[in-house]
């Protein structure tokens, strides 16, 4: 029994096909191109600084430059695995940033494109396309977790730590989209939930990159 006022979802799950047999192609792009980076920034860190000491010359080296910090996030160690996800911190940002965007393009944009009325002539439940967008930004963040997961464990990295990496790309993927359907239901209209859900997700970024930065350098931020 649906609980009283709560929009139903019915055919969220064939509307969630239906999405993902549309973008197929753009989706297992960015899946291979974000899942596999890491792995392959990984394996270019271990060719490049092939003993501790040189991964530790450069990690010392990295850690001086506030620019670096900004892009990537704080390094905490020079091993392999902490160097490797280090330098792959953009990812994660970009996986949000497309998760949301697609999560717009799931709910306003179709609506906007009218396909959300034809299907709300159909046995479609009002809470559908957004189960859809969540649903099919959730598979997308998986699937990249999970080649980041497979990636790391490829160069012998311990497998708590790559677990813990993939997992949490995954997550943030997931939480990308979660808040973009949230502002799509705020804002009316294609273009203003585009621009804002853009908007939060760069102030999300560069306050990121102030905090950390402020953080390695003991609150001063610049000269």
Do not use: C
Not at 2 to 30: E, K, Y
Not at 100 to 128: C, I, M, N, Q, Y
Not at 145 to 174: E, K, N
């Amino acid at each position: 029994m649906r609980t009283p006022g709560w929009p139903s979802a019915a055919g969220g799950w064939a509307l969630l096909r239906l999405n993902l047999r549309r973008d197929w192609i753009m989706l297992v792009a960015f899946a291979l191109f974000l899942g596999l980076m890491p792995g392959a920034l990984t394996q270019a860190i271990d060719a490049a600084y092939p003993t501790a000491a040189g991964r530790a010359e450069y990690a010392r080296l990295s850690q001086a430059n506030p620019a670096f910090t900004v892009v990537y996030g704080p390094l905490f160690g020079s091993d392999l695995g902490s160097m490797g996800v280090w330098r792959s911190g953009f990812v994660p940002f970009v996986l949000l940033l497309l998760t949301s965007l697609l999560a717009v393009r799931w709910t306003r944009s179709d609506e906007a494109a009218g396909r959300t009325e034809v299907l709300r002539a159909l046995p479609v439940g009002p809470a559908a396309p957004v189960a859809a967008a969540l649903g099919g930004a959730a598979v997308l963040s998986l699937v990249v977790g999970g080649l980041v997961t497979t990636g790391f464990l490829a160069h012998q990295l311990p497998a708590a730590g790559s677990l813990a990496a993939g997992l949490g790309y995954a997550l943030t993927g997931i939480v990308g989209a979660s808040v973009a359907v949230l502002v799509s239901e705020l804002f009316a209209g294609r273009g203003t939930s585009l621009g804002m859900v853009v908007a939060l997700t760069l102030a999300g970024y560069a306050l990121r990159g102030v905090g950390e930065v402020s953080a390695t350098t003991g609150g001063k931020i610049g000269r």
